[in-house]
């Protein structure tokens, strides 16, 4: 990751943090979104959505077939979407349902 993208990065962390400490769920952010839990499910989804609307919608989209370098970008940023895709899915899948989420924590034992 370049320099720039992490600082950009980390200001909008910063920036997510403190909006979201004056809502209503006061979990933290890995809490909300790390492996294992629904946001990261979520953001996993959307990828996956992503990747499949530039498929469908801009990979066989004529003005993108008529221009090699066009086409190319498209199915580059593809790649790399996927790429990203495929790294969330290990870590998500890996990790343990956080406390809150499981299927038993609202059942009576």
């Given at each position: 990751?370049s320099?720039?993208?992490?600082?950009e990065?980390?200001a909008?962390?910063?920036?997510?943090?403190?909006?979201?400490?004056e809502?209503?769920?006061h979990?933290?952010?890995?809490?909300?979104?790390?492996?294992?839990?629904f946001?990261?499910h979520e953001?996993?989804?959307?990828?996956?959505?992503v990747?499949?609307l530039?498929?469908?919608?801009?990979?066989?989209?004529?003005a993108?077939?008529?221009?090699?370098?066009?086409?190319?970008?498209?199915?580059?940023?593809q790649?790399l979407l996927y790429s990203a895709?495929s790294q969330?899915?290990?870590?998500?899948l890996a990790?343990?349902?956080?406390?809150?989420?499981?299927l038993?924590?609202?059942s009576?034992?």
């Amino acid at each position: 990751m370049s320099e720039d993208f992490d600082k950009e990065r980390l200001a909008a962390l910063a920036a997510r943090r403190a909006a979201e400490f004056e809502g209503p769920d006061h979990r933290s952010l890995e809490a909300r979104y790390g492996p294992g839990s629904f946001g990261c499910h979520e953001a996993l989804h959307v990828t996956n959505l992503v990747v499949e609307l530039m498929e469908r919608e801009l990979a066989g989209h004529g003005a993108v077939l008529l221009d090699a370098f066009w086409y190319g970008k498209v199915r580059e940023a593809q790649a790399l979407l996927y790429s990203a895709y495929s790294q969330v899915a290990q870590v998500h899948l890996a990790a343990p349902l956080p406390e809150e989420e499981s299927l038993d924590s609202g059942s009576a034992h």
